[in-house]
């Protein structure tokens, strides 16, 4: 266990930063973190999925410093975290069957449910919306949080908006230094992406976000669940339903370019594209999966993992795309992965990463 300080003169606020155990979580330090909690701070602590910016959903003054820090839009609704049923009867109108179900299979862990919300849920949770989205984590760290708060804990990524989400304690400090009181870290986290939100209460179940339980999880239990046609069409006029898909997000610093297509051809593409940015005095920095990874020259190239291991990629997708930022390319060029299993959460966040610019080849 070490603790450290982070000072900056110009900041308003010292942040500090308490390293724990993510596996056996020392209790004092997390009851620390959920005094502050319960005094209406905001904490940084890891889930399973990504470091969430946790503060007492209950409590609306404690919410608005997470829209503060985070520089967040008003109108996009957070995730609530619970760490029992007891604590999500309290904020909803009703368990839907299929709820039940995904709730049995999938709890604790990377799914986060829309439920009818009942009056004691702020509107500042739900940006005015008639459902909460609500998960139980699975990370320790997380849940015993929760508990030790008594509060669900209203938690997005946390990162500044539009960034890429957090993966390790670092990133957190690299956006939220002086802006928050205490980051809880907890070493790097498990899935790397988000997690998947289910909307159940329309005719068929949808998915709004794809992430860490996949469209193919969900359709072993609810088999005529579909993903929002939104977030795969091009025509602007579809706004997907879960309002943080509209935002640019994961935005790197640098120009992102992402290419798609049979393997060969993309590589003699992305060489061919570095080579065009090269001669322009650009940096380039070229994301691939470890089978290709021989064929390019670049000022850095970042091996995303194997195409046979696409957790891997997910895992390390966030991470890469800071460290190509803070290496200070121009330019970011990505092989595309397949939409299958965590594949298309993978491809989700690439997408809006790049801006939606994509070669197909
Ligand atoms: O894995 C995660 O979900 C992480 C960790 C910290 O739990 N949290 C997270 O929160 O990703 P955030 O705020 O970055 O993303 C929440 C997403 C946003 O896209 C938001 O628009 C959507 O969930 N959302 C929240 N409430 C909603 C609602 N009532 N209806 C539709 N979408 C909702
Ligand atoms: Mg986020």
Redo the contacts with the bound molecule.
């Keep these: 266990m070490t603790l450290f300080f982070c000072e900056k003169d110009e900041m308003d606020m010292e942040t500090k930063v308490i390293r724990i155990s993510s596996s056996d979580p020392e209790e004092e330090l997390i009851k620390a973190a959920a005094a502050l909690i319960r005094d209406g701070e905001i904490v940084a602590f890891p ?1 399973e ?2 470091y ?1 910016l946790g503060a007492d959903g209950l409590n609306e003054d404690a919410v608005k410093k997470i829209f503060h820090a985070k520089g967040r839009p008003q109108d ?4 609530l ?1 619970v760490d029992s049923i007891d604590m999500l009867e309290q904020l909803v109108m009703d368990i839907p069957p299929a709820a039940r179900l995904c709730m049995e299979k999938f709890w604790p862990g ?1 799914l ?1 449910i ?1 439920f009818r919300r009942l009056e004691i849920v702020p509107d500042i949770i ?1 940006a005015g ?1 008639e ?3 609500i ?1 139980m ?1 699975s990370h320790p760290v997380a849940l015993r949080l929760i508990s030790l708060s008594g509060a669900p804990i209203a ?3 946390a990162n500044s908006s539009g960034k890429p ?1 957090p993966t390790r304690a670092e990133h957190v400090l690299e956006d939220m230094d002086g802006k928050i009181p205490l980051i809880i870290d907890g070493g790097e986290t498990g899935v790397g992406l ?2 998947t ?1 289910l909307d159940l209460t329309g005719d068929k179940p949808m998915i ?2 794809p ?1 860490g339980i996949t469209l193919e999880d969900v359709r072993k239990f609810l088999p005529n669940a579909i993903v929002d046609p939104a977030l795969s069409s091009s025509d602007r006029d579809m706004i997907p ?5 509209k935002y640019r997000h994961y935005a790197p610093k640098a120009q992102m370019i992402l290419v798609s297509g049979e393997s060969r051809r993309v590589v003699d593409e992305i060489k061919r594209i570095t080579a065009e940015a090269e001669l322009k005095g650009m940096k380039v920095g070229i994301m691939c999966c470890t089978e290709n990874k021989i064929n390019y020259y670049a000022y850095r190239i970042a091996d995303m993992g194997s195409l046979e291991d696409k957790d891997t990629i997910a895992h390390n997708l966030f991470h890469i795309i800071r460290d190509l930022d803070r290496s200070k390319v121009d330019l970011i060029v990505c092989e595309a992965v397949g939409e299958d299993e965590i594949g298309l959460a993978i491809m989700n966040r690439l997408l809006k990463a790049a801006g939606g610019k994509v070669v197909k080849v």
């Design positions: 889930t999925t990504v969430g996009n609704p957070l995730i975290h990377p986060t829309l739900t919306l459902t909460v989205a998960r984590p938690a997005p990524s989400s988000e997690s939100v709004l976000r992430g339903k879960s309002p943080g898909q």
